[in-house]
């Protein structure tokens, strides 16, 4: 099994592994400009030269300064009809904001290949003082590009959603390098309207932190979106969340302190029912660091046909959980490749559940956290049916290793199955410091069948906790 280095990897991101893990899943964006040049990238973000070549086509673009048009960029004074009539202005153009702090005391909307672009998501920012609002929204807007400029403070005292960043009902709308902090239901989403489907939009390099109510960046019913390069922190929920959306990619991330989730994806419903399943999802190469009280990778609500693959998961009460809510589960999706370390359950499927499979997973160090310091048990694979129709898991070719706690030790736990359910556990390698007396496997109750050889022998392996 190929355990890469845990600490992150390079901002610059390995051209040929990104497009195989993309390509599989048809996303369509090998000929963007934004690729050739983001994947070259080794600053902060570039500069506004490269933004725009990136945003717009070949043709000379138009550039207004919203200085031209009156603003301050003082942190005093009121810029949001400087800002208005630039962006109505440009008309295909890009507008450009220069380093400075904007006060803006309403939503500023962009049109379809409208560009708006600052100096850097540390230096451009956009302050709002209206309360209520979204900070910058895109709707039904095609080939929108906003790039380098920081959104905060939009904030909602009232029961009612407002975002920092927001594309609605647009194709082809690409954001980077840009910052939301301090936001009220959402940092960055791209969501639906009733006007129509979001499709294939991009959300490069951006960095969230402090949601106060909701999630970091959301991608809601919208169909091939891309979420890549990120780092979200400090969410009242999940850190990115998948919510009824198709064709998803979310790849080379880094998450860390979001309450309930640092991924979460899951189908879309009012509570009472899921009318858009998560389906065809690709969730790779993203570093989950903990510090959550819930789980690194979470699914629910139907989560469909899907790849969870190369995550480095650490620090959370559970690494991946797969569980079903009123029998809302999960089927054909493939967990394959992920490192799980240092959390009080590596792996967690409750419910109703079928065709899930946990393959060449690397589960390391289960309970070393201050999660699990008063656990009786430690568990490295939790498979509970509750009495609910969960049938065919596959957990096979896994690592499954704890070499320093004292604490007992449980390698795999099955229990409440239903009398059909049947659960494949073979050719995983285990290696516990204080396995439990019983054995690294547990099959609680009598019903369903536990399968762990291959012909007559026996397929998983036992090594001695000196050899590891």
Known sequence: MNIRNTNGWNRKIDRRALLTSLGMFGVGMVGGNWLSKELELGDEGGDVVNAAAAAGSEAKLSWLNVKSFGAKG???????????KALKQA??????????????????QLKGNTSLIGDGKALSIIRMR?????????IDANQAYVGHIQIRDVLNPGEAESHGF???????????????????????????????VTEDCKVLFCEVSKVVEGSGIEVIRADGAVVLGCTVAECAQHGIRICGAKRATVSYNTLSYNNQSDISIQGFGDGQDVSHRAERFLVSHNQCKGGGQNAGIMLFNYANNGVVSENVVQNNVVGIEAYAPKQRGNYDVSFTNNVIMQCQTGIRVLGTQKRLYFKQNAIMDFGLNELAKNTAQLTGIDINGLGESLNHIFVEHNSITNAWS?????AVKV???????????RHNQV??????????LQHLGNEGTIITRVGNEESNVMIPIENV
């Open 74 to 84: 003082n942190n005093k004074t009121d810029d949001t009809a400087a800002f208005q």
């Open 91 to 108: 008309g295909g153009g890009v507008v450009y904001v220069p380093r400075g702090t904007y006060v803006i005391s309403d939503t500023l």
């Open 130 to 138: 209206a309360r209520g609002k979204d900070g910058i929204r895109i």
């Open 166 to 196: 927001n594309i609605m009902s647009g194709k082809h709308v690409v954001l980077e390098h840009c910052q939301a902090f301090n936001c009220d239901n959402t940092g960055i989403r791209i969501g639906f309207d009733h006007r129509g």
């Open 406 to 410: 004292e604490t007992v030790q449980i």
């Open 415 to 425: 229990r409440e199955l239903k009398g059909n359910a049947q659960i494949w556990i």
């Open 431 to 440: 290696a516990l410091r204080k396995p439990l007396s019983a054995g690294w």
